[in-house]
């Protein structure tokens, strides 16, 4: 069928209705089932086409591994199987040492509760007013008076020392 040049690409009312129908006339379904079609049977019947000579060519070039790429291939097998045992073995230490910190962590807390408890109970069992009896009545210590007390500038910031010997 020849086409005029006002057709523009539309189709024909015959072209339509093959389109349609499925091309082929004599099937139709009856029923409310669908007739299986044998794919196979179909694909084998189907012409074989021969490949372009190029075609062929790249194909069976594909099939076939030369020497250095299969070593290709194995060097780079190597290095990531080398890239993912290291990662591992770090992610395995970083573990190791993450425990290692938290084991040591809850060590010192427990260290510093235990310091903080012990040097409670050692504030609360002085008794100042113990320790000025004694001082006082049994080794004679007295307050110091007006002009016993010196004051010093510290210029520098750091702390000050001052020894005094008595002769003895």
Known sequence: MSRNRRS???????ESRRAYRGGNRGEYV????VRKFDIQEQWEQAPVKKPHPVIRKNREKARHMSAGYVLFLAAALCVAAFVLVNFIQLQSDL?????????????????????DEEYNRIVSSIDLEEIKRVAIGELGMSYAEEGQIVEYEDKEGDYM???TGSGK
């Open 161 to 163: 020392r001052r020894v």
């Open 30 to 33: 009856h029923g409310n089932t």
């Open 8 to 14: 523009y690409g539309h189709r024909t009312y015959e």
């Open 95 to 115: 573990t190791t040492l993450t425990k290692t910190v938290a084991d040591m962590e809850s060590e010192l807390n427990g260290l510093k509760l235990s310091n």
